[in-house]
């Protein structure tokens, strides 16, 4: 173990400088080079997808002697139609609006100081993510075409793939002149390259965990450095006294139903008292027949007998599958109350044709994304317009919701004078 | 020292929930009910005058007692026009534009979504700071134009000073109809009151450190929540070959020798071999006969004799007092280099007349303030224009720089549709 922590320190003392020296070189690289530098790394990606695709299949021959679920054994697959897809998304990056350079505010002072705040890139950027392997490149585009360099730390599951991946992005970015230190990742799956990073306060600038909660859990609980996380989506939708009713259907059964394993998916459903027992019934009959099953209060149950007790607790679970929890509640109040008490300021919709009633939930709740009659399932950096994210941020420190180039970028001020001195 | 820290985690848990349910309170207040509550904090603060000086009076008998430095004790000493100045403070603050709901951008989707970016307030802030009571009344003011809460632990020197500022601020609050949850300090001076608050991770949302170096890197290496800290300021102004040599006179003189002890103040002074052996001899003798001594390199030394020897390790110093580290660089890419391998990413400038030049300097360097043609010490969020500010922010994430009311605030999505789906 201690020659493992003296081994990641040892690569972290190196590779974070290097990294920084290499992001510094992006940030002065033409917006025309760094995109030229993300297509060469996807011409790589495809030009070795054989090579990639071997050394996955070490890691599927390590998992099937492992055991584990199939769930997990599709995430660690890669085919040549994968690296496809992942060589797209670097050439879909490319294609996106520079992030860097834009000027954010300008402004003159009295004296004659001309101030502005323009956006540049964070620096060196520490991705810590689990088995699925094409988010290490889908990270490293975002990361590159920001500016910053990236240390990818994947699982120790992926080690062949990350590394045969890796080589491919250092190829491109060699093949356009770009420096390839701006990619790494560690030599060795060991735990101590992740406690190696999250310590690196002053040598790495943001931390980025992708995975599943005890991940996130303990990059949030060791880190010494800025994290960037998804902790938990328990959305809300509020179908409110005055939704229409077609509306509510269709919006509560994509919220739910449509994927229920990512992270704005709704959770529970909020019904106001006074539509209920005409509309329940038919929510209820909507979702049964995709499969939903619910965990519904008392006031619930009376309306649509049969239906599964509601815990307390059940109420703060993100189910992230086919369960629904189900509330009446008596007005927009009550329904902010409970959105407050049981909601993770992720997502939070409200179904309703009425603007006061919209307006007082959208400003009584706290959520990173309030939707007025949409499904939270938009909360997405694609459906944001985005082009790509590299995560959903609930946290509310630099940024919140998806994630995409712009809250990539962190910011400084160019004051120019004619040799102005402070009085 | 475990009683300690069941008290202090006691109150953490009792205090941090009230100060959020106040935040939102404060949140849905409109702009003219929080400039009310701050103008009748400050109508308290001058109502209360006599009896936070008292209180202040057994703080500075505790010093006295104990001993210690003239500029601590100046520091730590509060009279009724310093009273004065922290209630004008308050309606300055009061005075600012609303940060709060600002859209800071607005778009549509192709499937009609209307997306906004919105100002929001942070919620619960965490202000840990030294001897200057007034800090705390400072920074109270800020978080309340801005939405937040604050918790504030003040040094315990000024415990007394600080819990006679706290009983007027909330006064106010309670006069004015706010919630005076909104500012709260802990019951007592322990040490364990501040490990509480930098361990709150969900319950305090952002701790903003203000203190010596000691304060901020103990904050930095034991938080568990994210910190906006001032960290080190070691800025350079460097003096181009196309200086304008009375222009660089000034600015140089001002920039070392306004107030050598904040942050913004230069530490060392880079100038162009090429100008430096007529300018050089000039700087040293304006800098001289305002009281600054110098730490040169060799080449400096050959043009000025008699200045003492810097060692490798004074170009890594900040020195907040008299004292100027200075070298003769060959152009710009030298100053960049230096800049770079010993400075702190704070704020640095170059005098020139040529524009290419101080592009190239500004663009090779990566400070969050980068100057040209005017003193450093311009750094500050008054002389920024942002009316206050809480301090300077040296880290890369959510903001650098002079922090003011702006940087105060996060953001979240509003989301308007007509009942789209996502597909």
């Known amino acids: 173990m201690h020659n493992d922590t003296d081994s990641a320190t040892a690569w972290l003392r190196q590779a974070a400088p290097a990294a920084r020296t290499a992001s510094a070189a992006l940030a002065r690289m033409p917006e025309a080079a760094r995109n030229d530098a993300l297509r060469a790394a996807a011409a790589e990606l495809l030009a070795q997808s054989a090579a990639i695709v071997a050394a996955n299949a070490r890691d599927l021959a390590a998992f099937d002697a492992g055991g584990g679920t199939a769930a997990f054994r599709d995430r660690l697959a890669l085919t040549p139609a994968r690296v496809g897809a992942m060589a797209r998304g670097l050439e879909t990056v490319a294609a996106l609006p520079d992030p860097l350079g834009r000027v954010l505010a300008d402004w003159t002072r009295p004296n004659g100081l001309h101030i502005r705040r323009v956006a540049v890139p964070i620096g060196v950027i520490g991705m ?12 490293a585009g975002l990361c590159l075409k920001a500016g910053s360099a990236v240390l990818l730390r994947g ?7 990350a590394a045969a991946i890796h080589a491919a992005l ?26 190696a990073m999250l310590g690196a306060a002053g040598l790495i600038d943001l931390i980025i965990p992708r995975g599943g909660k005890g991940l996130v859990k303990r990059v949030l609980a060791e880190a010494r450095v800025p994290v960037l996380a998804h902790a938990e989506g328990l959305c809300h939708t509020y179908v409110h006294a005055a939704a229409d009713p077609g509306m509510a259907r269709r919006i509560v059964a994509n919220a739910k139903m449509r994927r229920t394993g990512i992270c704005g998916a709704t959770e529970t459903l909020l019904i106001d008292a006074a539509v209920a027992d005409a509309l329940l019934p038919l929510l209820i009959a909507d979702l049964s027949a995709l499969g939903c099953d619910f965990r519904a209060d008392r006031r619930a149950r009376a309306i649509v007998p049969g239906l599964t007790a509601a815990s307390d607790a059940d109420f703060d679970t ?106």
């Open 155 to 161: 699982g120790s599951d992926s080690f062949h793939s």
């Open 170 to 195: 250092t190829a491109g970015l060699r093949a356009a002149g770009a420096p390839a230190a701006a990619v790494q990742v560690p030599p060795a799956t060991d735990r101590a390259y992740v406690a």
């Open 318 to 423: 993100e189910w992230l599958d086919s369960i629904l929890s189900v509330a009446v509640v008596d007005g927009v109040d009550a329904a902010i109350a409970h959105v407050r008490r049981h909601g993770s300021e992720h997502t939070d919709a409200i179904v309703t044709e009425d603007a006061a009633a919209a307006h007082r939930f959208i400003d009584g709740i706290d959520s990173a994304v309030a939707m007025w009659n949409a499904s939270t399932q938009f909360c997405d950096g694609g459906e944001f317009g985005f082009g790509a994210e590299i995560g959903i941020a609930t946290g509310r420190i630099h940024a919140r919701g998806p994630v995409g180039l712009e809250q990539l970028t962190t910011f400084r001020y160019v004051v120019t004078g004619s040799g102005q001195v402070r009085p």
């Open 128 to 139: 810590i993510y689990e088995s699925r392997p094409n988010v290490g490149a889908d990270a």
